[in-house]
């Protein structure tokens, strides 16, 4: 099980963190994604961190902004958005799988229920 938190209203130029609890055995063996879907629009990746935590992978449009990050205390993985856009206004999903190719094309095993970001400019 995910469970995301953190997010809510910020404005344009702020930040924010998310944050995503996994209930799930074997933790450590897992890499932890971040996808968001805006309104109208199909759910898209926006971060990747493998399951040793040592590789990392952005979206062109968050590369430089937004951080992944995770700890195995407590079996968490963090999204830090920094400079938000308007843009980035979507409903924000973790996501896990044991491939680090599925993490990477959305096809994972394992989603959250989203936590909503909303930028106002």
């Known amino acids: 099980q995910l469970v995301e938190s953190g997010g809510g209203v910020v404005q344009a130029g702020g930040s924010l963190r998310l944050s995503c609890a996994a209930s799930i055995p074997g933790f450590t063996d897992y890499n932890m994604g971040w996808f968001r879907q805006a309104p109208g629009k199909e759910r898209e990746f926006v971060a990747a961190?493998?399951?040793?935590?040592?590789?990392?992978y952005y979206a062109a449009s968050v590369k430089g902004r937004f951080f992944i990050s995770r700890t195995a205390v407590q079996n968490m993985v963090y999204l830090q958005m920094t400079a938000v856009k308007p843009e980035d206004t979507a409903i924000y999903y973790c996501?896990?799988?044991?491939?680090?190719?599925?993490?990477?094309?959305?096809?994972?095993?394992?989603w959250g229920r989203g936590a909503q970001v909303i930028v106002s400019s």
């Open positions: 996501a896990a799988d044991s491939s680090w190719g599925r993490i990477l094309t959305g096809m994972n095993e394992s």
């Open positions: 961190i493998d399951w040793r935590g040592t590789n990392t």
